[in-house]
């Protein structure tokens, strides 16, 4: 009896120990952040069950923590939690589902026109010119989203607008888009229903050094 009651003092002595001293310590960050990465999936089946505005707030200060050329920001996020509206809107798409089922639905959209200075010229006034990278940087803006999803525990997966003249134009007007704002992708987020899996998409013949 005294050698069990030693045994056991020992067991708890190493949990603690365990618990205080490394077993619950934090993953490193760097190892972390890859492992996000990793697990990343497209999710399209939803549990209906909702999402909180600190959530959302989390996952949209990521997406515009993206990069963007020449810091101009052009992403815009139209976010429906409206399940009415997300029923009128997208309730007859062949896949419905996925976006009914959603606890929310975030547009990315994007200024295709900068207001800037020509080169060489700082004392002359702005000028409106054609933003050639809005599309780059409004996609960097959605994988940033995505990460930032898949970190929270919840699912989305990206859905293609642009460059799709109908869907495009649907969403245009579903969503009252003004002139020089494009709708690049349509996004819903949720919490999963476990039935999407990350793929394993690992392949070295697609890295090249030096040269082709």
């Given at each position: 009896m005294r050698k069990l009651f030693f045994i056991s003092l020992i067991v708890v002595a190493s949990l603690l120990v365990s618990s205080c001293c490394g077993g619950n310590k934090e993953a490193n960050p760097g190892e972390a952040a890859i492992a996000n990465i990793m697990n990343r999936k497209s999710v399209r089946n939803f549990t209906g069950e909702?999402?909180?505005?600190?959530?959302?707030?989390?996952?949209?200060?990521?997406a515009m923590a993206a990069p963007t050329a020449m810091n101009f920001q052009p992403w815009e996020f139209v976010v429906l939690t409206d399940h009415l509206r997300i029923e009128q809107i997208f309730g007859q798409d062949r896949q419905g589902s996925m976006?009914?089922?959603?606890?929310?639905?975030?547009?990315?959209?994007?200024?295709?026109?900068?207001?800037?200075k020509p080169f060489g010229q700082p004392e002359a006034e702005p000028q409106e010119v054609p933003n050639e990278f809005w599309f780059e940087d409004c996609s960097a803006a959605t994988e940033n989203l995505l990460l930032a999803v898949e970190a929270q525990g919840l699912g989305a997966v990206w859905t293609a607008c642009y460059p799709i003249e109908p869907r495009m134009n649907m969403?245009?007007?579903?969503?009252?888009?003004?002139?020089?704002?494009?709708?690049?992708a349509i996004v819903p987020i949720g919490h999963p229903a476990g039935e999407d899996q990350p793929k394993d998409k690992w392949n070295p013949e697609k890295i090249h050094y030096n040269r082709w």
């Open positions: 909702s999402i909180t505005q600190e959530q959302l707030e989390t996952i949209l200060k990521a976006f009914t089922n959603a606890g929310a639905v975030v547009v990315v959209c994007g200024k295709t026109s900068m207001m800037r969403m245009k007007d579903a969503l009252d888009l003004p002139e020089g704002v494009l709708p690049l």
